[in-house]
């Protein structure tokens, strides 16, 4: 498996601890929804281009 396709599967966990902890932060939390979204995003696309590699 390629490098490239890892990064969105580590971006995905990393930015969703940091939005799960920015969300207790009062002020921060709706900066964290957005984090959590783009995670969320990050996650699923990871996910796809993974899928699309494995072939069995």
């Known amino acids: ?9 580590i ?3 990393v930015l969703g601890a940091i939005a799960l ?3 207790w932060i009062p002020g ?4 964290s ?3 959590a979204i783009l995670a969320l995003i990050l996650g699923i696309v990871g996910l796809c281009l993974n ?6």
Do not use: D, P, T, V
């Open 11 to 13: 971006l995905a966990i």
């Open 51 to 56: 899928r699309k590699i494995k072939k069995y």
């Open 21 to 23: 902890l920015g969300s």
């Open 1 to 9: 498996m390629k490098q490239e396709n890892k990064i969105f599967g």
């Open 28 to 31: 921060i939390n709706q900066i």
């Open 33 to 35: 929804f957005l984090i």
